[in-house]
């Protein structure tokens, strides 16, 4: 157990939805990321926040955002929704924000279903 | 830009016998590098990595690597693969901040008992 929590586990929806995936990092942690894994584009890093603030981006559509609370907690909204959205979506959190240095420590995932 | 290259989708060995997963990477820019572990339904574990410190890293549960600047390479290895290795590995390459972070495709690792 990495001590990242994800809610939830799983998610079924329809094409044209809004969701949101929730984040807790481990205690201590004030960095939060985001990665998106497809059967087709393998695994992607989608963002960075750090302390509250987005750090780094990467390949995140527009039709995503996420944001990271005070209490470090973080969010993924995924809107209008497509096939292709369909995915393992994992949570990972560091103490800090230097890239060459930290470790990440990855959450269980939360799984996309678009119909 | 950078790229990783994991030459095998799928390797098996015998329980017992040497693991060894394939990496090479390319880079306009010196890279850090990780090797990275999925077990089925879980999320990744960090194996090791290399940020331009020694060039054969040891990482956790017996996997090592050895990154080669001739070869841009960074094969993971292990000396006697054991039934809970079987998993899927991931390389990843990393240059600067995440904006530039790339996965390899990964290697589905079988232990046959």
């Known amino acids: 157990d990495s001590g990242v929590t994800q809610t939830p586990k799983h998610l079924i929806t329809a094409t044209g939805q809004r969701v949101t995936l929730r984040c807790s990092p481990r205690s201590g942690d004030l960095s939060v990321y985001w990665y998106q894994q497809s059967l087709d584009q393998g695994l992607q890093f989608l963002i960075q926040y750090y302390n509250g603030e987005e750090r780094a981006k990467g390949n995140i559509l527009e039709r995503f955002s996420a944001q990271q609370f005070p209490d470090l907690h973080s969010e993924l909204n995924l809107s209008s929704l497509e096939l292709g959205d369909s995915a393992l979506y994992f949570c990972?959190?560091?103490?800090?924000?230097?890239?060459?240095?930290?470790?990440?420590?990855f959450g269980p995932g939360t799984r996309l279903t678009v119909l | 830009a950078q790229s990783v290259t994991q030459l095998d989708s799928h390797v098996s060995v015998s329980e017992g016998t040497p693991v060894l997963l394939r990496c090479n990477y390319s880079s306009s820019y010196s890279p850090s590098l990780f090797w990275y572990v999925q077990h089925p339904n879980k999320g990744l574990q960090l194996l090791l990595k290399y940020t331009s410190a020694a060039t054969l890293v040891k990482g956790i549960n017996g996997f090592e690597a050895e990154f080669k600047k001739s070869e841009t390479s960074f094969h993971l290895t292990k000396p006697s693969a054991h039934m809970s290795d079987a998993a899927e590995y991931f390389c990843?390459?990393?240059?600067?901040?995440?904006?530039?972070?790339?996965f390899g495709t990964g290697t589905k690792l079988q232990v046959i008992p």
């Open positions: 990843v390459v990393r240059v600067g901040g995440y904006q530039k972070v790339t």
């Open positions: 990972a959190s560091s103490v800090a924000p230097n890239p060459s240095t930290d470790t990440q420590y």
